[in-house]
């Protein structure tokens, strides 16, 4: 079956630590996104990818890198620079004017 | 600012009551989605709309888009315990310019037996 798998359910960083969360699709989409969600907040955009090569920051990108060597990944990774990283991190992707698919998500929490 | 705003925050309803969701917008809404989500898990697409006027129903569920594409609503007929869980409204209001969504904040749903 085709669908978004994202790794690790939960995961726990140290202060100064990088931690980084994986996100794998075999739907052949070209974009994937890179949401957080804080309690009430609803989702934020961190950063987003089009095409293989290239992505963009969203709105809360500072704290947060990202790469796409390949179509069907799209890793997170949470710096030290990022203070406040504890939330529940969603990965989706999607076709251009169609829904969005999301992963099952990321619990991260600090140490 | 939030550029989409739903309401009410949360609700409590009594199973077998109907119940109604909003998600407002200050911009054009190229296309509207609503999902619902459990406590720490993914997101469930329910439904979206792309025209003004548009609605569209599932079960239980009618969404609806206004003429203007600034409102949608979520209504849910004889409501179920099944139906507890957190609604969002995503939308593209950029043209499809970029690609993603932005959410509102959610609404949280719970449903008395």
């Known amino acids: 079956d085709g669908g978004i798998t994202q790794s690790p359910k939960y995961l726990f960083r140290k202060e100064g630590q990088n931690v980084t969360l994986s996100c794998e699709q075999n739907?052949?989409?070209?974009?994937m996104y890179w949401y957080r969600q804080d309690p009430g907040q609803g989702l934020r955009l961190i950063y987003y990818s089009q095409i293989v090569n290239d992505f963009q920051k969203g709105d809360i990108a500072e704290g947060y890198s990202v790469s796409r060597e390949k179509k069907e990944s799209f890793p997170l990774t949470v710096t030290s620079a990022q203070k406040n990283p504890t939330a529940f991190y969603l990965c989706?992707?999607?076709?251009?004017?169609?829904?969005?698919?999301f992963g099952s998500g990321t619990q991260l929490s600090v140490l | 600012s939030q550029e989409l705003e739903q309401s009410p925050q949360s609700l409590i309803v009594q199973e077998g009551k109907n119940l109604t969701i909003n998600c407002t917008s200050s911009?054009?809404?190229?296309?509207l989605y609503w999902y619902k989500q459990k406590y720490g898990e993914g997101l469930i697409f329910l439904m979206m709309l792309q025209k003004g006027g548009e609605e569209k129903s599932h079960e239980k569920i009618t969404a609806k888009l206004d003429e203007k594409k600034q409102q949608s609503s979520l209504h849910i007929t004889a409501s179920q315990p099944s139906h507890a869980g957190i609604y969002l409204c995503?939308?593209?209001?950029?043209?499809?310019?970029?690609?993603?969504?932005?959410f509102g904040k959610g609404t949280k749903l719970s449903v008395k037996p």
């Open positions: 995503g939308a593209d209001v950029s043209g499809g310019s970029q690609g993603n969504l932005i």
């Open positions: 989706a992707t999607r076709r251009p004017n169609e829904k969005l698919f």
């Open positions: 911009k054009t809404l190229y296309g």
């Open positions: 739907l052949n989409h070209d974009a």
